[in-house]
């Protein structure tokens, strides 16, 4: 068994290992073996990476190295628990192998750009990515072109006003109508949540200024004012060219998907 202090070594760099492969081919066997499974979707490509398990089994067999970018281990740099580092890594390693799987092996290590309060994207790759984590899972969606938002959460209790529960469930409805959700529920609250944190992550306005547009929470900035008569009405001039999906995952999780329209 490892220690502690091997799972909080530092990363290496991408150089290809003597022996270590980096193509498509590889890259769809190491998903499996890291046990990542791709999650039927119409419009995009998700995958769903136990990072726990996958952080063992890379570092067991010194396997995901190869694949992390000094963009990563930048990133990486900033996270201060060294298990949850190593659970990041694991997530890291995923979306690039799912890239290399998707696109080429070419694309896999590209750097991974994060404009402040923009979402993170992959220089010169011709897709799209977004990345939700919660507990010990993270979700990882790819679409080749527009925008993408993904958004999961493990199911728990959630300590919400009953008015704020029923708004969140008044601008989700709004956003996608493929369920009725009740604002009771935590279940139902949750995945309400999963839609309008996806759709924020695919617009980039961020969950606070979403919530203000959808008129949830108190607009900081009276410019940024959506007009409209009340939640329902606020979110739904908000998403044109937007569709929000509930993502069907193992019992104990829900999740969201968001995507720009694809224009005739
Ligand atoms: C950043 C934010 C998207 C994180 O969401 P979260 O529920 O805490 O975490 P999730 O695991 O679902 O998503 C995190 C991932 O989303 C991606 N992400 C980060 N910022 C993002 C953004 N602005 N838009 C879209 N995706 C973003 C990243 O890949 C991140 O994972 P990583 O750091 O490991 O790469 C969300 O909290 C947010 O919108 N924050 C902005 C807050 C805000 O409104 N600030 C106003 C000033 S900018």
Redesign the pocket.
Known sequence: MKSSSQTSAPLRTNAPEPGVSRTAHSARSLLARIHARRVPHVGCVLWLVDMEAARSILQRHDLGAPWLTRSDHR?LARIRDPHERAR?AA??VALRLVVAHLLGPRFATAP?L?P?????YLLGVPAV??????GSL?LIGVARRGRI?????VKRAVPMSDRNRARIVDAATILSRERALVPHLDRDVLQAWTRI?SF???T???????LADFGIRAQQNPRWHTPGTGVADKAARQLPDYVVRDVRLPAGTVAAVTRTLAKP
């Open positions: 990133r990041r997530t890291y991974m994060r402040r309060g923009k979402a993170p990515f977004n990345l939700s984590h919660s993270a938002g993904v958004d999961m959460e944190e924020s992550k695919a980039g306005r961020g969950i606070n200024r979403t």
